[in-house]
């Protein structure tokens, strides 16, 4: 029994000192890791502090600069309606759709009046007081209350060129020896007109060369 108790204190004292030794060990090797690990950070902290600022400064410098360069150029888009006429380049009057076509040989059926009848010009939809422009520069030779198209404007652009707008809504924005430029705004879309009150609102433009009635589509870029 006392061997037994002798060699088990023994024994016992061999382990706690194997323990012992085991976690001095592992305290340093613990210790010597962990110092390691923080030199590893502090070098890749100053790595990383080092490499990123010259990274950022090199994308953000040249990206807007070609950006803004760009835009006003392709923002004008004049060169599809140039093919349209030799003279000059004409713009629309109005931002809409053509709803009643150029019909000076063929009538066609007028809801208004109810019958078939000529069209010498061509009508554009837009909602009421859609802004009316100038289709090119000229002066304002005449504003008027025409008995069948209501309120309306011409415009000499020289050239034999003369433009027609009504069925305006308003006749106080222009007068007659104005000198307007193309896209200058000189009404608004209107329902003034007798002959075509039942069309709902939309201009009712026409177009004359040298004294002679033409297609608006044949010059301007719809
Ligand atoms: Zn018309």
Redesign the pocket.
Known sequence: MRQNRIGKSSKDRVAIALVLCFSVVALASVFTVKSSIDKINLSNDGMIAQNSKPEEQSVTKPVPTVDSMDNPSSKQGENNSSEKSAASSWALPVDGTVS?KYSTDVPIYSKTLDQYMV?N???ISAPLDTQVKAVANGTIVNVYKDDA?GTTIEINHGNGFITTY??LSIDSMVEQGDVVKKGDIISGVGDT?LF?AL?GP?L?FEMKKDGQLVNPADYLPL
């Open positions: 009643v069209h010009g061509i009508d198209l009504s069925n007109s075509e069309d939309h009712h």
